[in-house]
C-alpha cells in the first residue's frame, strides 16, 4: 500500500508540473483535476502492474472538439426541422 501511495504522488508531481502551463484553471480546481488525474493513472497502472490487466482505451470516447461538432450538427438539424427547409432549398455554389 506505501508502494501505491507512493506512486500517486510521483504521478501528482508530474501532473502538477504539466498543468503548470494552464494558468487559466484556478487553483483549487487545477489541484483537483491533477489528483484526479493521479489517482486514474494510478489505478490503471496499478491494474497492468499487480493483476496483469492489459489496458484497453475505451474507443467510445469523444473529445472536447468531436463534442462540439456533434452538437452544432444537432442543433443545425433542429433548425432545419423548425424552418421546414427542404434539400431543394439548400444549395451549396
Not at 508502494?3 to 487559466?24: E, G, N, W
Not at 489517482?39 to 496499478?46: D, E, G, N
Not at 491494474?47 to 452538437?71: A, I, S, T
Request: with cysteine; net charge positive; aromatic share 12%.
Amino acid at each position: 500500500m506505501v508502494f501505491k501511495r507512493h506512486f500517486v504522488k510521483t504521478i501528482r508531481c508530474y501532473l502538477a508540473f504539466s498543468f503548470h502551463i494552464m494558468p487559466i484553471i484556478s487553483a483549487k480546481r487545477r489541484v483537483s483535476a491533477i489528483s484526479a488525474t493521479a489517482r486514474k493513472l494510478a489505478v490503471i497502472i496499478w491494474n497492468m502492474v499487480v493483476k496483469n490487466v492489459p489496458y484497453h482505451n475505451p474507443e467510445g470516447y469523444l473529445f472536447l472538439d468531436q463534442k462540439r461538432k456533434l452538437g452544432m450538427v444537432k442543433r443545425i438539424q433542429k433548425q432545419i426541422d423548425k424552418f421546414g427547409i427542404s434539400k431543394e432549398d439548400v444549395v451549396f455554389s
